[in-house]
């Protein structure tokens, strides 16, 4: 339409509406990414994303959870559970107890005890990175059962 022909009020608008055109558009929602407008996933559908082993652990010594891959394990949950009657010492380690890394000590976990380290809803911070070629390995003291799981995603770079 030609300004010229319209009213001060109708170019006025006209005016608004071509500089609304040029702005950038932000989601309505708190729940959308404002650069796409995509809806952001819950922390539910973000926990579906990840893998899952449980953990089965009964003999005394390394017990391999997460063999080692050719990318980073990023482990955002882990569940543990004594289910013996005694206290038992457990440890996580990356690789081996022998030259691994300590990730987690459990001195004197007692038995009939869980602890979890629950997902925190994104994948920003995981409670523990595993570097490439090495595996994750719960170590225990003694023989007895030890159950529970862990949650992780695998990080080849990309």
């Not at 819950?42 to 050719?70: E, F, H, K, M, Y």
């Not at 022998?98 to 994948?123: E, H, R, V």
């Not at 523990?128 to 030890?146: A, M, R």
Request: glycine share 10%; aromatic share 6%; proline share 8%.
């Amino acid at each position: 339409m030609n300004p010229s022909t319209l009213s001060p009020y109708n170019q006025a608008l006209e005016t608004r509406r071509n500089v609304l055109a040029k702005a950038i558009r932000y989601a309505l929602t708190p729940g959308c990414n404002p650069i796409t407008g995509a809806p952001k996933l819950t922390p539910q559908q973000l926990r579906r994303q990840l893998l899952s082993v449980p953990i089965i652990a009964a003999v005394a010594g390394d017990n391999a959870l997460i063999p080692t891959t050719s990318g980073r394990l990023l482990v955002y949950e882990v569940v543990v559970w004594n289910a013996s009657a005694a206290a038992i010492n457990l440890a996580f380690f990356q690789g081996s107890s022998s030259g691994g890394i300590l990730l987690l000590p459990l001195s004197n976990f007692p038995g009939q005890t869980g602890l979890t380290l629950g997902f925190n809803g994104s994948f920003e911070m995981p409670h523990f990175e595993i570097d490439s070629g090495q595996e994750l390995v719960l170590n225990l003291s003694t023989t007895g059962p030890v159950q529970g799981m862990v949650r992780y995603k695998i990080d080849n770079g990309t």
